[in-house]
């Protein structure tokens, strides 16, 4: 069965330094990864995922995520943090061939000034 | 494409009443979800549709829960005699796959809160 642990449910930066939030995943097969963002009282929003190819997957404002076989993980990166990204990420895999995904617990993101 | 639409967006109830939630998809996507999320957690798939088809039930999806997708359009689920173990948001997805096909995007709802008490 495919599932995705996220380390660190919570994480603080300043502003303007560097994001990075965590995931590993646990797939029988070659697992196909996503990263959502949740702002407040609202549903989710795809930031990026990554299917097959390129590695270094490139997703909405500025966050990339890499997908690295070896360590099983897809940590989602910003270079520079700005406060409107203050939000739940959570990182999803798909599982089975219904295409449902199977979340982790969230990272909440708190940056401050 | 106006997005996934679906309301009422907070419903508080009191325990033992019935709740039903309406989804619409964006137009022409063939699959549609259903996750539940309560507060500090990821959401949990609840079930599926192809179509007007029910292809895919959750455990968590106990016999007070169901849904239907009468049309292949819309969708609703409905809670009879709701708990407070019911209170949660409730996600609504949707997405345009071939059957089989894996890694095509699922665009979430703004989520409908149920609060029971």
């Known amino acids: 069965a495919q599932s995705v642990t996220q380390l660190g449910s919570h994480v603080s930066v300043s502003e303007g330094a560097l994001v990075l939030l965590r995931c590993n995943y646990s797939?029988?097969?070659?697992?196909?990864l996503f990263w959502y963002v949740q702002y407040p009282n609202q549903g989710l929003q795809l930031l990026l995922k990554y299917t097959t190819g390129a590695t270094l997957v490139k997703g909405i404002n500025g966050f990339e995520a890499e997908f690295k076989k070896s360590e099983t993980s897809f940590h989602l990166t910003k270079p520079s943090a700005h406060m409107s990204d203050a939000a739940e990420y959570f990182c999803a895999v798909h599982t089975g061939t219904a295409s449902k995904l199977t979340f982790g617990t969230g990272t909440r993101l708190q940056v401050t000034l | 494409d106006t997005g996934v639409s679906q309301n009422p967006r907070h419903k508080i109830t009191k325990r033992g009443q019935n709740v039903t939630f309406r989804c619409d998809p964006i137009s022409e996507h063939n699959r549609l979800y259903w996750y539940r999320q309560t507060l500090g957690q990821g959401p949990e798939f609840l079930t599926y549709?192809?179509?007007?088809?029910?292809?895919?039930k959750s455990r968590l999806l106990s016999d007070r829960f169901s849904a239907e997708r009468p049309k292949g359009s819309f969708s609703t689920l409905e809670i009879q005699r709701t708990e407070q173990g019911d209170s949660a948001m409730y996600l609504c997805?949707?997405?345009?796959?071939?059957?089989?096909?894996?890694?095509?995007?699922?665009?979430f709802g703004e989520g409908s809160w149920l609060t029971v008490v």
């Open positions: 549709f192809q179509n007007e088809a029910q292809l895919e």
């Open positions: 797939s029988s097969v070659p697992p196909y």
């Open positions: 997805a949707s997405s345009s796959a071939s059957s089989g096909a894996r890694g095509n995007t699922i665009y």
